[in-house]
Antibody
């Protein structure tokens, strides 16, 4: 069974940093591309970042470019999102989601809540 | 960026109804269109990909159609467990991966 479990969310002050993790199991992690997608309270889904299976190709949404860094450790079956210079508008539930291009994001974790507030 | 526009944004329906949600892309995306269902406090669940292919385990009352810029999600006979918010997603061209704004299906 595919499992994606996010962790690392919490309350952080504006300008602060946070590192999210996504632990994967039940599939060959190194064969799949991964994404982070977020959802602000009461709002829709917003794609944040993508990383290829090897980690060689990375994309970011304009709203987080220069502040967030996606990475992965295939030996540890883990995906990460380093978030710096956090803003109130980054407050959201962050989901990790696996993808096998040319397909869509097929499986999602349960999400971790990030709250940016003073 | 490809913009995805869903309509309506919300509506009320009764169990047993046939319901249709539409999604329009700002440019052609072939059939690279997925539909997700999301219930409160839960992660989105993939229902349909490639515009019309049912994900394994998804009931056959769900169906999708369309290609190019115009797509529809149809629920043939609405069940109580289908009251949720539905999102379309294009994966034809990114970055960015883009989603529609969502359609909330509520109980009448």
């Amino acid at each position: 069974e595919v499992q994606l479990v996010e962790s690392g969310g919490g309350l952080v002050q504006p300008g602060g940093s946070l590192r999210l993790s996504c632990a994967a199991s039940g599939f060959t992690f190194s064969s799949y591309e991964m994404n982070w997608v977020r959802q602000a309270p009461g709002k829709g889904l917003e794609w944040v970042s993508y990383i290829s299976s090897s980690g060689s190709t990375i994309y970011y949404a304009d709203s987080v470019k220069g502040r967030f860094t996606i990475s992965r450790d295939n030996a540890k079956n883990s995906l990460y999102l380093q978030m710096n210079s956090l803003r109130a508008e980054d407050t959201a539930v962050y989901y990790c989601a696996r993808q096998a291009r040319p397909g869509p994001t097929s499986d999602w974790g349960q999400g971790t809540l990030v709250t940016v507030s003073s | 960026a490809i913009r995805m526009t869903q309509s309506p944004s919300s509506f009320s329906a009764s169990t047993g109804d046939r319901v249709t949600i539409t999604c329009r892309a700002s440019q052609g995306i072939s059939s690279y269109l997925a539909w997700y269902q999301q219930k409160p406090g839960k992660a989105p669940k993939l229902l349909i990909y490639a515009a019309s292919t049912l994900q394994s385990g998804v009931p056959s009352r769900f169906s999708g159609s369309g290609s190019g810029t115009d797509f529809t999600l149809t629920i043939s006979c609405l069940q109580s467990e289908d009251f949720a918010t539905y999102y379309c997603q294009q994966y034809y061209s990114y970055p960015p991966l883009t989603f529609g704004g969502g359609t909330k299906v509520e109980i009448k």
